[in-house]
């Protein structure tokens, strides 16, 4: 999840940003000049990644709790196959894998 927010926000959505900068000022200094849409909505890609990991990683932060307290419970109970499971949907929430919410 960390990979991909780094990508999205200061690798390519920097240029992004940008490259939607330097488009605004070429309109603003010849007003025949229009807009690019292509830079807009890609500078817009970014950011609504940047909202989709800014929302998971409030629910990621609780999720990890409530899985680390029930591995404790499940290997109080000896239950191995349970406790690879709930890593198993750490992994997933850390790789980025997950659904993203609904917003």
Excluded: C
């Excluded at 240029?15 to 690019?36: C, T």
């Amino acid at each position: 999840m960390l990979k991909t927010a780094v990508f999205y926000t200061y690798v390519d959505g920097v240029g992004a940003a940008i490259d939607w900068l330097v488009d605004l000022e070429l309109f603003l200094r010849e007003p025949s000049h229009e807009l690019d849409m292509g830079v807009a909505y890609h500078l817009l890609y970014h950011l609504y990644n940047w909202y989709q990991f800014n929302v998971l990683l409030a629910d990621g932060k609780a999720g990890v709790l409530e899985r680390l307290k029930e591995i404790k419970e499940l290997a109080s109970n000896g239950d191995i196959e349970a406790i690879i499971s709930t890593v198993e949907q750490l992994e997933s929430m850390f790789e980025g894998s997950q659904n993203y919410p609904s917003f």
